[in-house]
Structure formats: structure tokens, C-alpha cells
């Protein structure tokens, strides 16, 4: 939209610029009257001269080309802040991605080995039940925030994708 914005602005400066360029064209005529007038033959040539162009022409040049630096302006804002958002974008999935790996390779194994131990020691005598419950709630837990850190990385994939395109344009 920015882009076609750019183009109609630089499409009204040729315009204007056009006008200060002389037009001319000719014309020729036949004209076949009333025996007692003859026919008649006529060639014009017209020459339209942009008297003024100070005051007139000039002024015109002047404003479409300031609006097309403002539609240019606007569009490389607009493109700094597309690209500012992607980056932004890009950034919580990257952290996002590097939070569901840690939870899957690290707390998740340590809350299933603390769950393991504490179930042997049960097993054995030295710890209680409700220790068994605590590290068994703490993996169940852990699954969960797994689960929720992978959904919110693929919100992030899908919400770039959907914002900002895939690589299949």
C-alpha cells in the first residue's frame, strides 16, 4: 500500500511537471457551404504557453513533489517499523524455543529423577508419602509448563508466519 502510495505521488509530480511543458496540435477543415459562399478550407495550429509558471506551474512541481517525499518518508517508516516488529517477533521465539528446550532436556529430566529417587526411598523406608506425592506433582508440573512453553512457541511460529509471511512468497 506504502509502495503504491510512492508511485501515485511520483505520478502526480510528472504530471506537474508535464504542465509546464508547452502543448500544441493542429487542426484542419473542409467545409462544403452553400453555392453562393464556396467551400471553405481552414488550418489551425494552437500552442498552449504556461505564462507564469512562477506563480502557477512551479508551486504545483513544488507540492507533489513534497508529497511524494511525505509518501516516501511514510513508507520507509513503515518499513523500519515492520522490520523492528519481526525482529521483536523473532527475538520471543528464539527465548521461547531456548525455555521449551531447557524445560525438556533439563528441569523435566531432573524433576523425573527426583520423582524416581524419592519413590525408591519410599520403597526403601526412608522417605514418607507424602515426599512421593510432592516430587510425583512436581514432574506432572514440570509436564505441564513443557507443554504450555512448546505451545507458546508455536503461537510465536504461527503469529510470524501469519504476520509476516512464510518463506514460500
Known amino acids: 500500500m506504502a509502495h503504491a502510495r510512492v508511485a501515485q505521488a511520483e505520478a502526480d509530480v510528472a504530471v506537474a511537471r508535464a504542465d509546464k511543458r508547452p502543448d500544441w496540435g493542429f487542426d484542419v477543415a473542409y467545409q462544403r457551404r452553400a453555392d453562393r459562399y464556396g ?3 481552414s488550418a489551425g495550429v494552437t500552442v498552449s504557453l504556461p505564462l507564469f509558471a512562477k506563480h502557477r506551474q512551479d508551486p504545483m512541481i513544488a507540492a507533489s513533489t513534497a508529497s511524494a ?10 518499513r523500519r517499523t515492520l522490520l523492528a516488529d519481526l525482529e521483536a517477533g523473532l527475538a520471543d521465539h528464539v527465548m521461547h524455543h531456548d525455555q521449551w ?6 528441569l523435566l529430566p531432573l524433576a523425573r529423577s527426583r520423582a524416581d529417587l524419592e519413590t525408591a526411598s519410599y520403597g526403601a523406608g526412608r522417605a514418607g508419602l507424602l515426599d512421593v506425592i510432592e516430587a510425583q506433582s512436581m514432574l506432572a508440573d514440570g509436564e505441564l509448563q ?24
Open 69 to 78: 517525499s511525505a509518501s516516501l518518508a511514510q513508507q520507509e517508516d513503515m
Open 101 to 106: 528446550m531447557r524445560a525438556r532436556d533439563i
Open 146 to 169: 513443557l507443554l504450555d512453553r512448546e505451545a507458546e512457541v508455536a503461537r510465536d511460529a504461527v503469529r510470524l508466519v501469519f504476520t509476516f509471511g512464510g518463506t514460500n512468497q
Open 39 to 41: 467551400d471553405m478550407v
